[in-house]
């Protein structure tokens, strides 16, 4: 075939990979011809070669598309997730959850209790983001900011709507559980929110408040019951009865080394051997004292 005629076909395919919406093809396939007409590849080899990277990149496009709009705290991964620091927390039984095969499938919930600081929402954050890696369609949002959005909609009417649009995510994440307030027609939205997901869609959420706590969250007892019936029924529970990790990290800066000894000026070490010296003279006074 001649120059020109050859050009005319790569014309074509390029218009026709386009209209298939096969991008990544479109961008190799004459690289990998060559490739291929240099090392005689038979044409299955070929096309399963240009389709094994069209459906990488695919993949690679939804996991981005996916990070983008879960909205998750940037940083909060498994890798550095302090799991020595919480040992009633298994790291195998995380990694499993991970994977999200069978719970998500089934609607189940994961429920994370613990004090400010102990690390719920960064534990959260990093089993959505390796849900999402996996494939998964995950929403992490305080669960004030979401009950304001769903008491906007059952104002405009639309409630039903804008619950029915959460179910295209696999996981919504709702961190600090405990904080919203006790207005009714907050907790009522929030009810009907964990009433719609029931055995349909999963839900994780962080709570700095045991059960025992919640009814300051629904001030209506029988609605509370209702809660956390439908939230445990299907549920993994992690207590992580840790002291504070921001107390603990500010605790180990003021007792830290201090600055190096070669950037000490010689005042100060003066003044650490006149207190040194003072040590046994006091201790001396005491003993006469007594």
């Not at 919406?21 to 961008?27: A, D, E, M």
């Not at 590849?41 to 389709?51: G, I, N, Q, T, V």
């Not at 994961?110 to 995950?138: D, Q, T």
């Not at 919504?172 to 997901?197: G, K, M």
């Amino acid at each position: 075939m001649s120059t020109a005629g050859l050009a005319i076909d790569a014309q074509r395919l390029s218009l026709m990979l386009n209209e298939l919406r096969l991008p990544t093809i479109k961008h190799l396939w004459s690289d990998f011809a060559a490739q291929a007409d240099k090392e005689g590849w038979p044409a299955s080899r070929f096309l399963a070669a240009l389709a094994e990277h069209e459906l990488a990149e695919r993949d690679r496009r939804r996991i981005e598309r996916h990070l983008a709009e879960a909205h998750l705290p940037a940083g909060k991964s498994l890798d550095c997730f302090a799991f020595d620091a919480v040992p009633m927390i298994s790291k195998a039984q995380v990694m499993a959850l991970c994977a999200g095969d069978g719970w998500l499938e089934q609607g189940a919930n994961l429920i994370v209790f613990g004090p400010p600081g102990g690390g719920k929402s960064h534990l959260a954050a990093a089993i959505g983001l390796a849900l999402v890696e996996n494939g998964w369609r995950v929403l992490f949002t305080r669960t004030s900011d979401l009950v304001q959005r769903l008491q906007v909609a059952r104002r405009e009417l639309s409630l039903e709507s804008a619950i029915a649009k959460l179910d295209k995510y696999h996981l919504l994440i709702l961190d600090d559980f405990a904080y919203i307030s006790r207005d009714q027609a907050e907790t009522s939205v929030l009810f009907e929110l964990i009433s719609a997901r029931y055995e349909r869609r999963s839900m994780l959420i962080t709570a700095n408040q045991p059960f025992g706590e919640w009814n300051r969250v629904f001030p209506d007892p029988a609605m509370t019951l209702a809660a956390v019936d439908r939230l445990v029924h299907h549920a993994t529970i992690f207590e992580m009865n840790v002291e504070s990790y921001r107390r603990r990290t500010a605790q180990a800066r003021r007792s830290g080394a201090g600055r190096p000894a070669e950037y000490t000026t010689p005042k100060v070490l003066e003044t650490m051997r006149d207190n040194q010296d003072e040590k046994p003279n006091l201790a001396s006074d005491n003993q006469n004292r007594h």
